[in-house]
T-cell receptor
Framework: GQNIDQPTEMTATEGAIVQINCTYQ??????LFWYQQHAGEAPTFLSY??LDGLEEKGRFSSFLSRSKGYSYLLLKELQMKDSASYLC??????????WGAGTKLIIKP | GAVVSQHPSWVICKSGTSVKIECRSL??????MFWYRQFPKQSLMLMAT?????????EQGVEKDKFLINHASLTLSTLTVTSAHPEDSSFYIC?????????????FGEGSRLTVL
């Protein structure tokens, strides 16, 4: 079956770095998305990885290892506004997004 | 956790026909449901916010007469793509928020892939 595994919740301190891991099992693979979602709001796109390696975009970076079925989202210089849920969503062979439950990130001062 | 179900998962239709996609909250009541569209390798784009018992709120650039949304009950919202054309081919996904839950967490459906020939 298809499965996404992310930690349910993480806590980090303002100004620090945090890594959110995601492992996945899908029927085929066409890339992986990370979304950020603030409570009560629509998710916003953060990154898309289709090849192995690290994609950097400002304070956020996303890594993919297709052979390991593994991705992580790295957030640097954490700000209070980064408190949100982070959704890992791989794309299967049918181009269907497989959504995980997301990781709720809590930033403390 | 709460479950949101979409149907159909896949639909292929001819140009000019209308297609209805259902979004159901299976184990909770949802006063608000969101409809998104996603083209290949692009970000998820919010189309409209559906509120139970009232008219949907559409995002800028989304034609409300083309994408009809009905949220007649606390567990069901439907999106009807009217007079579909090939450019409407996309992945449509809904999400729902549980009524009375302060956290506002959104639960997503599996998505529906529409192909218009």
């Amino acid at each position: 079956g298809q499965n996404i595994d992310q930690p349910t919740e993480m806590t980090a301190t303002e100004g620090a770095i945090v890594q959110i891991n995601c492992t996945y099992q899908t029927s085929g693979f066409n890339g992986l998305f990370w979304y950020q979602q603030h409570a009560g709001e629509a998710p916003t796109f953060l990154s898309y990885n289709v090849l192995d390696g690290l994609e950097e975009k400002g304070r956020f970076s996303s890594f993919l290892s297709r052979s390991k079925g593994y991705s992580y989202l790295l957030l640097k210089e954490l700000q209070m506004k980064d408190s949100a849920s982070y959704l890992c969503a791989p794309w299967d062979s049918n181009y269907q997004l497989i959504w995980g439950a997301g990781t709720k990130l809590i930033i403390k001062p | 956790g709460a479950v949101v179900s979409q149907h159909p998962s896949w639909v292929i239709c001819k140009s000019g026909t209308s297609v209805k996609i259902e979004c159901r909250s299976l184990d909770f009541q949802a006063t608000t449901m969101f409809w998104y569209r996603q083209f290949p390798k692009q970000s998820l784009m919010l189309m409209a916010t559906s509120n139970e018992g009232s008219k949907a709120t559409y995002e800028q650039g989304v034609e409300k007469d083309k994408f009809l949304i009905n949220h007649a009950s606390l567990t069901l919202s439907t999106l009807t793509v009217t007079s579909a054309h090939p450019e409407d081919s996309s992945f449509y996904i809904c999400s729902a928020r549980e009524a009375g839950v302060e956290t506002g967490e959104l639960f997503f459906g599996e998505g529906s892939r529409l192909t218009v020939l």
